[in-house]
């Protein structure tokens, strides 16, 4: 069973954070059921060392998901 009420707080953190860091800058910003996972895409294409602070800030576990059209790519693995 999903607990959407703790995907939707996580989700909430990932925004506040990225917001305060990045800006607002957020492309795309969903839950996928098929990989478990919230995955989050910017509008902007980040340098290594920004991809490891942004990482770095949230309490739940960030990978790089690669390089989207968009921008940068993240999962968060729930």
Request: hydrophobic content about 40%; glycine content about 6%; proline content about 1%.
């Amino acid at each position: 069973m999903t607990d959407f009420e703790s995907i939707w707080r996580i989700q909430d953190e990932i925004r506040t954070i990225v917001n305060a860091v990045l800006g607002e800058c957020i492309f795309y910003l969903a839950y996928s059921p098929d990989r478990k996972a919230i995955e989050l895409e910017l509008s902007v294409h980040l340098e290594e060392d920004t991809i490891s602070d942004l990482c770095s800030q949230f309490s739940i576990s960030a990978d790089y998901d690669g390089e989207g059209t968009n921008g940068t790519k993240f999962v968060f693995f729930l």
